[in-house]
Structure formats: structure tokens, C-alpha cells
């Protein structure tokens, strides 16, 4: 899954627009809840050296809140690194260049955004 692909299954399936809180990365782009305004996925070009992979190229990348159990399993696997940016014990950052597959981009999509819902309760 590439960033539009990505971009356009967060519109279809959550309603949610992206945001574009920073001036300074105008192609960082955030994902929140309508009600709580938490954010469940942050989308962003970085180079592959702040990941510490070998070279200077971007790379789109996106962040997941995620379970840290799941997070020390899942990055032992290729395209999947320590949150860059955010908290490395509850999200992670996910390679979007085709190294994942899109089930489980789908899967920590879905986490994410579990994990960042309201805690409504029903009477």
C-alpha cells in the first residue's frame, strides 16, 4: 500500500480528512477522531537515515498507536521500525514502499484506531 492508497482507504472507511498541523513538513499529514481529536494515524515523508536505514532517500512512513507487545514482534519484520517521532512503547512506524502488505497496514490501522476512540459507555 502507497501513501494515496492509504490516504484514500482512511477517507473511505473512517470519514476522516487529513490534517496539516506544520507549516515547516507540509506533507506530514494527521489523522484524528471527529470527537476527541486524538490522532490514530500520522502520515509523513522521512529519510531513510532517520530510520536507520542506509541512504538519504524519503521514504513515506506512517504511524500507528499500537499494542508494545505487537510493536516488538512486528519490528523484527521488514518495514516496520521504532516510532519515528512518537512514543517507541505505544506506536510504531510502518514503511508504506510496498514492504508490508496491505492487510497488515489494514490491521494496525484498525488497532489504531480502537486505541484512540472515546471510551463511550452506553446506558
Not at 500507528?64 to 521504532?82: A, H, R, V
Amino acid at each position: 500500500m502507497n501513501r494515496d492508497d492509504l490516504e484514500d482507504y482512511i477517507e473511505d472507511n473512517y470519514s476522516a480528512e487529513p490534517e496539516f498541523p506544520w507549516l515547516k513538513f507540509p506533507n506530514y499529514e494527521v489523522f484524528r477522531h471527529d470527537d476527541n481529536r486524538k490522532w490514530f494515524a500520522l502520515i509523513m515523508d522521512v529519510s531513510k537515515s532517520k530510520l536507520g536505514l542506509d541512504g538519504d532517500e524519503i521514504l513515506d512512513v506512517v504511524n500507528f498507536k499500537c499494542d508494545q507487545i505487537l510493536i516488538d514482534s512486528l519490528t523484527t519484520e521488514p518495514g516496520f521500525f521504532p516510532a519515528y517521532h512518537m512514543n517507541k512503547e505505544n506506536w510504531i512506524t510502518v514503511a508504506l514502499d510496498g514492504s508490508v502488505s496491505d492487510e497488515k497496514i489494514i490491521m494496525l490501522l484498525d488497532i489504531s484506531f480502537e486505541l484512540t476512540a472515546s471510551n463511550k459507555k452506553i446506558d
